[in-house]
């Protein structure tokens, strides 16, 4: 759960957000300087190291950010007897937040890999958690990496003909 931040806070962090998703994507993230992120903003540095030590920590902030609001939206969903069931519902969930979410899909044009690794990372998270100690043949931390590696580069895939969200079900892990 997040804390609560003081409104003003909140709303000059997510200025300093939007300056930032919109320089990187017309500009390499080496280009960018923290003084083109303010006067994108139109704020002063000293209110930027207010809240950041550098442009670097307010990406991880931005991304923490993300983060938290697609596990908040995943925590939405309703659980079901079946690992690969949910897991539908997660992947499906997850597609509709890519198609939607207008920072996301600047930051998949920028950096596809930063996505990919949060995508992953929060897919494995779910499938170690139900998971828990179910039996498998591989140890649970592979078996998890494997799946969410294999989802998320099918669910990110720019043609998106690869495979039908139903047919995800086919090949999702489902407890024994």
């Known amino acids: ?9 909140r709303k000059t962090k997510a200025t ?5 998703i919109e320089l ?3 500009k390499n993230k080496e280009q960018i300087k923290i003084s083109d992120i303010c006067k994108k903003a139109n704020i002063n540095r000293s209110t930027f190291y207010d809240h950041f030590k550098d442009k670097e920590s307010l990406a991880t902030s931005l991304l923490q950010s993300i983060e938290e609001d697609i596990k908040d939206e995943f925590n939405k969903i309703t659980k079901t007897e079946e690992l690969n069931d949910y ?21 998949l044009k920028s950096n596809p890999t930063l996505i990919h ?28 990496l494997f799946y969410s590696e294999g989802l998320t580069s ?10 039908e969200l139903e047919g995800f079900k086919s090949i999702l892990p489902n407890k024994k």
């Not at 759960?1 to 806070?9: A, Q, S, T, V, Y």
């Open 117 to 144: 690794q949060m995508f992953s990372n929060i897919i494995k998270e779910i499938i170690i958690k139900e998971l828990k100690n179910e039996y498998t043949n591989i140890p649970i931390e592979s078996y998890a």
């Open 24 to 26: 990187i994507s017309s």
């Open 87 to 107: 897991l539908l519902k997660i992947i499906k969930r997850a597609k509709k937040i890519i198609q939607e979410n207008a920072i996301i899909k600047k930051l």
């Open 154 to 163: 099918l669910l990110l895939n720019q043609d998106n003909n690869v495979i």
């Open 1 to 9: 759960m997040r804390e609560k931040e003081d409104l003003r806070i």
């Open 16 to 20: 300093l957000y939007k300056s930032y």
